[in-house]
């Protein structure tokens, strides 16, 4: 591997222990305004000293990022469809050369295995892959789901293979139950989404449960910004992931930060 790819990859996954929490705030690009994320500053602000690295669009990097911030960022270079359309049909949105001018540390587009959108969606991954490797980028694949996809092991498993097959360098996919077989069949590191908002107790087990399967750590978003205590809850999904804390004591760290609440 590049020398150039490698160390970018080593900002995203501490070498320390090799795990990442990724912040994601991307969801914007195709959600518009969403719960939690109306101003992207006030919710950034005070997470960014806890997350490991960032995962946004460059709209939200430039305007709602502090220039002084040495967070690692994955860059999100696909879009162009809404969630009032077929979300299947992305394509690329942002020139290689503009990713190297925001010092992306990784550059991420979704694939959707299965959907109307799937064969363009994995060419957009090759050309990027391309580019990537000519500019030391690593590029991080998100194994979208789309709407009439069962989250199983067999169907994750063949989009993470598929998409480190082609020559992702990370992957990002969702826990599911036989997670440990989609890590051993997927050659490259692979980060858990958290997804739709759950209990806070059921997220940092989704934590747990994924890093003990052999997950690399969480690319985790509506859990944490959508929490009543989003300190609370980065807090303690990174004590999972880079501290190996135990689902009470990781839980016991989030409703400290709440101020005891029941
Ligand atoms: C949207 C994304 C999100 O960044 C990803 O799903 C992680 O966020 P969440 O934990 O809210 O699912 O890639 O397409």
């Known amino acids: 591997m590049d020398w150039g790819i490698a160390n970018r990859i080593n900002r995203i996954l501490k070498p320390s222990t090799g795990r990442t929490v990724m912040l994601a705030v991307d969801h914007g690009y195709f959600l518009g305004p969403t719960s939690g994320l109306e101003e992207p500053r006030k919710t950034l602000e005070p997470l960014l000293p806890h997350a490991d690295s960032l995962m946004l669009t460059r709209g939200v990097l430039r305007n709602c990022v502090p220039r002084e911030s040495d ?75 789309g709407k009439d996809m069962v989250r199983d092991a067999r169907y994750l498993g063949l989009a993470c293979r598929i998409a480190s097959e082609i020559g992702a360098h990370l992957v990002k996919t969702y826990y599911c139950e036989g997670f440990a077989e989609v890590v051993r069949s997927t050659p490259v590191p692979l980060v858990v989404a958290g997804g739709k908002k759950i209990p806070e107790k059921d997220a940092i087990l989704l934590a747990w449960n994924s890093v003990r399967a052999g997950a690399k750590g969480v690319d985790m978003g509506r859990n944490i910004f959508q929490s009543d205590s989003p300190i609370g809850m980065i807090r303690a999904v990174k004590a999972v992931v880079q501290e190996n804390a135990s689902v009470d004591q990781a839980y016991g760290i989030y409703q400290q930060a709440r101020g005891g609440r029941k």
Do not use: H
């Not at 469809?81 to 992306?104: K, P």
């Not at 550059?107 to 991954?125: D, K, M, P, Y």
């Open 71 to 145: 967070i690692p960022i994955v860059l999100r270079v696909s879009g162009g469809t809404s969630i009032l359309t077929e979300l299947s049909g992305e394509g690329l949105t942002v020139a290689m050369e503009d990713a190297i001018r925001l010092n992306a540390c990784a550059i991420t587009l979704s694939i959707f295995v299965g959907a109307e959108g799937e064969r363009q969606t994995l060419l957009n991954l090759a050309r990027l892959v391309d580019e990537g490797e000519r500019y030391g980028i690593p590029v991080l694949a998100v194994t979208a789901v």
